[in-house]
């Protein structure tokens, strides 16, 4: 690694290590944000070649770059194809990849050290999952997602692995075993909590929270989780279980688990990012629920007929902006739709490009295979 | 709308029913021959009603629905149904006297409209009108207009016929509506795969259910139409078939495949078809797209130019804005179709080589306009005929279906009919 990018990761540690959290869009350290994602953003033009040369077709070069703002996101589905990383290919330490597809590619983010992302992943847990969380405390953990072990290429699964490790108490752990929710085990685990009193974190895949609801449903079983438990969903369904809205997912959680509305909170990331945003609401209870992010990650609305930033309220495209990307490329533009609120933002759901305008349909699988 | 009203609408129809039947079939077909002539007409007071209703309702343009009404309704005459009917059903005294080969309408139909095109709304309610079952039609979210002008159309040539239409609109996702308006006797329903999976599972025998799924369209230029003049006047027939109600519908071209030996040549056509894009923007200006139409057509052009970006042979001619967009592909992998006026221009190097490109989309490809393919051209038709492509024909024509195309590949009036034998006493 070059010295460039050493010291720029370092600042970057130094930045996430500290535990100052300012609320609100005045009081965040954007001139910071602005240097070194500006900084970041010159070594990646420079380090990974076909990022360089989309930038300057784009009339885009760190030297003309007079905002964070104005750098180019990279659409998400440019990592299926694209090799996008600042280093040689053999410094590779781990690679993360998307879910599978009807397309069949999946995305690759290729990482050199993965000592960011771990810095990165605890902070902001803490923060929006667990903030009354005292220093040293640990949670009672209990994740419907596979073990890293089980899934070494899931980012999902490692951030998982790298929250119990640092956060949770002993008897936490993994609720999916060989691919599937392991139903019995976590009766038991949820059974014990009710039983004992202490609160749980239960966190996991949208869809492991259906099939966790549907088996209660089947055996007629519902569970009163104690209060100050809570439930963290991220990851949507990816057509693995039944797609319900958000708001009925959790009434049926409030239902079957006993977790308030106000207690479920949804943690926003994917795959080709280091940071998550989170729901607001354990954070600032009882404010209008948004997405929120640590200080080193910015989210921004883009026109999608300009490219620039939306105007506030207006929906567009989210584009992310995650210092943690040292290694690939800082500025990404997912496949989501959403609309910036206050010091955070809304996500309105998938570009809807399956929506039916003719008797044709947007977005679907054009060349080389059947639509799914 | 309470699934109640649904439930009565449909009694009504039915009792409506029962007063046509009662009327010679040919009296009816002849109604139906005068709506076909008066929507064909664009002086007409339907037309002119659709032009000003449709742009606000869809986001069409003004100027791209009065070219799409021209070119689709030109040839939809009174006699070209009158035809269709005897094609498809022979006499149609066939509906009423007693002979070895009835048929006879259902009670009565619910037809599930989808989509912003007009035409496809037109016919879907004619049909089962021509064999005198009514018609309770449910107006697609995107197209409110057309259902009930066409309703007017008729109910203005003939009072009794008009009584056996209604339309109805309800949420797709109300379920008990939804199920009150599938208990018709026969269903013909249009949507996307997700729709009509799921009115099929609503959607028992005997009851009759016809379905049309989505479909695509791509057009063809062979090697004869790559080069000097031809290329430009096939680039500028592509975009008339793309401009057209804005590449919404199942004959709107999402790819134009290069057919040459000549590796630059579909770089060419790419460029010459952006002209031609371009151009057509002043006269047809795109519509109104809402904010995930666009971005799902700045995210492809984004990837389009990281593959360019990665040294792959692609290219991106795009407009300001998101009114137009052509992609050069260097292969033919799997991408998204965003619609609203974007086309990728795919190389291949052989006759052959397009077949095989096709052959995985047969489910799904409703047209395929061709240029230049010369003395290969009625080969190249069989083949994409045997593939399950409903219609070919030449670029620049695709949104000018005649009313005879077989839209899915089947006829559009008979499976609506129900057959009866009449044996005569053996000996």
């Not at chain 2, 042979?313 to 967009?325: D, Y």
Request: with cysteine; glycine share 8%; proline share 7%.
């Amino acid at each position: 690694m070059s010295d460039a990018r050493e010291r720029l990761d370092a600042e970057i540690l130094a930045w996430i290590a500290e535990d100052e959290w300012p609320a609100g869009d005045a009081a965040r350290d954007d001139a910071r944000f602005d240097a070194l994602a500006r900084r970041l953003f010159a070594w990646q033009f420079e380090h990974c070649a076909p990022y360089g040369r989309f930038c300057r077709g784009r009339g885009v070069a760190p030297e003309r770059l007079r905002s964070w703002r104005e750098i180019p996101p990279v659409p998400t589905g440019a990592f299926k194809e694209i090799d996008l990383r600042c280093f040689p290919e053999d410094a590779t330490v781990q690679t993360f990849l998307t879910s599978g597809t009807a397309a069949g590619a999946r995305g690759a983010l290729h990482l050199d050290t993965l000592a960011l992302y771990h810095a990165s992943v605890v902070p902001s847990f803490r923060r929006h999952v667990l903030p009354e969380l005292s220093p040293g405390e640990r949670a009672r953990l209990w994740i419907l997602a596979p073990s890293p072990e089980e899934a070494p290429d899931s980012s999902l699964s490692h951030m998982f692995g790298v929250l119990l490790g640092e956060l949770a108490t002993p008897d936490s752990g993994f609720g999916v075993i060989d691919g599937e929710l392991a139903v019995d085990a976590t009766l038991e685990r949820l059974v014990s909590c009710e039983d004992d009193g202490a609160p749980l974190a239960l966190c996991g895949t949208s869809f492991a929270f259906v099939h966790l609801l549907d088996a209660l449903v089947a055996r007629e079983r519902s569970i009163e989780l104690p209060p100050g438990s809570r439930v963290m969903e991220t990851g949507g369904f990816k057509g693995r279980s039944r797609e319900i809205p958000a708001h009925l997912l959790y009434a049926e959680i409030e239902q079957r688990l006993g977790v308030p509305e106000s207690h479920i909170l949804n943690q926003y990331g994917m795959t080709e990012l280091g940071s998550q945003f989170h729901d607001s609401v354990l954070r600032f209870p009882g404010e209008p629920r948004r997405k929120l992010g640590p200080p080193w990650a910015r989210a921004m609305v883009i026109d999608p007929e300009t490219g620039a930033e939306a105007k506030r309220g207006e929906v567009g495209p989210i584009a992310i902006f995650d210092l943690v990307n040292t290694g690939s490329v800082l500025a990404v533009q997912t496949a989501d739709l959403g609309r910036a609120v206050e010091d955070g933002f809304e996500v309105l759901g998938r570009e809807p490009g399956a929506e039916e305008r003719g008797c044709a349909i947007a977005a679907d699988e054009l060349l080389g295979s059947e639509a799914p | 709308m309470k699934p109640a009203e649904i439930d009565a609408r449909l009694s009504a129809l039915s009792e409506a029913g029962e007063t046509l039947r009662r009327r010679p079939a040919h009296e009816t077909l002849s109604v139906l021959a005068q709506v076909m002539d008066g929507w064909s007409d664009a002086r007409s007071p339907w037309r002119r009603d659709l032009a000003e209703q449709l742009p606000p309702a869809t986001g069409f343009s003004r100027e791209t629905v009065e070219a799409g009404l021209e070119r689709a309704l030109d040839g939809w005459t009174g006699a070209a149904l009158l035809g269709r009917v005897e094609r498809e059903i022979g006499s149609p005294e066939r509906l009423d006297t007693p002979g070895e080969q009835m048929i006879a309408g259902f009670e009565t139909t619910a037809v599930l409209l989808a989509g912003s095109i007009p035409m496809p709304s037109l016919l879907e309610i004619i049909a089962p009108l021509v064999l005198r079952s009514p018609v309770l039609a449910k107006a697609a979210a995107r197209d409110p207009v057309t259902p009930r002008l066409v309703a007017d159309s008729i109910a203005h040539f003939d009072a009794g016929l008009g009584a056996c239409v209604d339309v109805v609109d309800f949420p797709g996702d109300d379920a008990a509506c939804m199920q009150a308006f599938l208990s018709a006797e026969c269903i013909s329903a249009t949507g996307s795969d997700e729709t009509i999976a799921s009115v099929r599972a609503r959607v028992a025998p005997p009851r009759r259910l016809l379905v049309a799924g989505h479909r695509r369209s791509v057009a063809a230029l062979g090697p004869e139409a790559v080069a000097g003049d031809a290329r430009v006047r096939a680039c500028e027939a592509v975009a008339v078939d793309v401009a057209l109600w804005d590449q919404q519908g199942c004959l709107s071209p999402v790819a134009l495949y290069v057919v040459s030996p000549d590796g630059d040549a579909a770089a060419v056509v790419a460029a010459t078809l952006a002209e031609a894009l371009d151009a057509t923007e002043s006269s047809w200006p795109r519509g109104s797209i809402d904010p995930a139409a666009a971005a799902a057509v700045s995210r492809e052009r984004a990837e389009a130019e990281m593959r360019a970006a990665a040294g792959r042979s692609v290219r991106v001619f795009a407009s300001e804005g998101t009114a137009w967009t052509v992609i050069l592909e260097d292969d033919t992998s799997p991408r998204p179709a965003p619609l609203h006026r974007f086309v990728r221009v795919v190389p291949v190097a052989e006759e052959a080589a397009l077949r095989s490109a096709l052959a995985p989309h047969r489910r799904h490809l409703a047209a395929v306009a061709i240029d230049g393919f010369g003395a290969e051209s009625a080969a190249l038709a069989r083949a994409l005929a045997d593939l399950g492509v409903s219609r070919i024909c030449p670029v620049g024509s695709l949104q000018s279906p005649p009313l005879d195309w077989p839209h899915e590949g089947r006829d559009l009036i008979h499976p609506l009919a129900r057959g009866a034998l009449l044996e005569r006493p053996r000996g």
